[in-house]
């Protein structure tokens, strides 16, 4: 890597994935340097979900080795969870719960405060009335995250 380089992005080797007694990635090498973009495209079952939760830091590696952003695939997934996020296809929301009620139960599991929580709602725009709606009668077009 020269000077002027970043480190990959994301960097595996020979990586298998377990599911219970499946292999769902075997052998993968794979990566990918900063500020690239990236598709991942297969048929159904090719293991493209997978591969993402395990970059994400929600499942773990059976064998091989990994990096993302610098962070062990094996030892540092707690950091890797905190610093990298998977927005699969479904929300990830409960939808009895208001989205007030979701920030703060997604709050309680990263420890954090209730300020943090007020700030979420400000960046996401949330009003008093989106914040007391249950989370499956909220239209998510109308929620506009500013992009980092």
Known sequence: MSHNQLPPAVSLRDVVVLLGRFPALAGVDLEIDAASLVLIQGPNGAGKTTLLRCLAGLIPIGRGSGTVLGLDLV????????????VGHQTGLYGDLTARENLEFVARINRADA?????????????????????????YPSIRAPLP
């Open 75 to 86: 030892s540092e997934t707690r950091e890797i969870r905190r610093r990298v996020a998977l």
């Open 115 to 139: 300020d943090e929580v007020d700030a979420a709602a400000d960046r996401l725009e949330l009003g008093a009335r989106e914040l007391d709606t249950a989370a499956d009668r909220i239209s």
